[in-house]
């Protein structure tokens, strides 16, 4: 599974919505199923899916879906989301 | 299941292990003493046959802290119980006790729970289930002359685990503490036998508290038995705050 297929599937079990809304547009806080307990839960998911510990101030930037993918590749360069 | 206990090599920490342990649970147990940890850790496994991880780490060392945690997820990649047994007891008039002191009582009871919470519910929702027990005092209710700081960074504890309570049940996690009133553990060896008696006789039990009277009750709450209980605080203390 690539990486940009295994970020979709973690952001649509977390935030439990379909795949077609996980988008460079998804952001924190705006759309509606992405609040403090979904994003707590998205943290879970991406940490165990892509096998790695965030500090704290990461999850706090973690505010938008391309945030995300330019977090997680400062964790694993070799990552690649295109 | 898999648990992590801190302060391992204190009182109530070790009796915690032996308790899990003898249920064949997976530890990691954790202390600032290297050789007692090791100590402990190969007893435990020579009587219960189980597999025990020793780390050695200072709670209120945050880097210490991500180690151990990666560690776990390293070993094991899950968390179902947290029993974070570490903790100081200072015991001195507000006015003789000096701020570095204070500091060091908050950042061994209060801070490092705090923190503990924070990584140990990040792993636990991957299963979105776990459970996280502090190990308060009966002092944070009740008070007690000297133990200011002490009193106060035990409350902090029983405040985190309401308010943490509402944040992580949605994930699964249940958090509660335990407020042992006087348990007769290393941590009180400074207090006389005459006080001791002091202390038993304003029991309701009329005795002095032993680990293995707070031990099994880490345990229930720990297990499904205790699955509706979540945000409180459950005095072990003979009835000695009534």
């Known amino acids: 599974m690539s990486a940009k297929s295994k970020l ?26 992405w609040d403090s307990t979904a994003h707590m ?42 | 299941m898999v648990v992590l206990i801190t302060g391992a090599n204190g009182g109530i920490g070790r009796a915690t292990c032996f308790e899990y342990a003898a249920q064949g649970d997976t530890l990691f147990i954790t202390g600032r003493n290297q050789e007692k940890l090791t100590h402990l850790a190969n007893e435990l496994k020579q009587v219960y046959q189980v597999t025990v991880y020793a780390i050695v780490a200072d709670v209120t060392d945050n880097i ?30 507000l006015m003789m006790t000096r701020i570095d002191d204070i500091q060091a009582t908050i950042a061994t009871n209060l801070t490092s729970g705090i923190a503990l919470s924070q990584l140990a519910s990040k792993l636990m929702m991957r299963n979105k289930s776990g459970v996280i027990i502090l190990i308060s005092s009966i002092i944070a209710s009740q008070g007690s002359s000297g133990q200011s700081v002490y009193g106060a960074s035990k409350a902090g504890l029983e405040g985190l685990v309401k308010s943490l309570a509402k944040e992580l ?28 008696v002091v202390i038993a006789n304003k029991t309701c039990l009329k005795r002095i508290g032993q680990v293995n009277d707070i031990t099994p009750v880490i345990q229930f709450l720990s297990s499904s038995d205790a699955g509706y209980i979540t945000g409180q605080t459950i005095a072990v203390d003979g009835g000695l705050a009534l």
Do not use: W
């Open chain 2, 64 to 93: 210490q802290l991500n180690d151990l945690f990666k560690a776990i997820v390293k070993k094991e990649k899950r968390l179902d119980v947290l029993v974070h047994c570490a903790g100081i007891l200072t015991q001195s008039p």
């Open chain 1, 41 to 82: 839960i998205l943290v879970a998911q991406l940490e165990g899916d892509f096998d790695l510990m965030f500090d704290i101030d990461d999850i706090i930037d973690m505010s938008s879906f391309v945030k995300t993918q330019e977090i997680l590749l400062k964790y694993n360069a070799e990552l690649s989301f295109s």
């Open chain 2, 169 to 196: 049940g949605t994930a699964g996690i249940r958090i509660n503490a335990i407020a042992p009133g006087f348990i007769d553990t290393a941590l009180v060896e400074q207090f006389s036998p005459d006080d001791k």
């Open chain 1, 8 to 33: 979709i599937d973690a952001f649509v079990n977390a935030l439990e919505i379909p795949a077609s809304e996980v988008n460079e547009t998804l952001q924190y806080n705006d759309h509606i199923q």
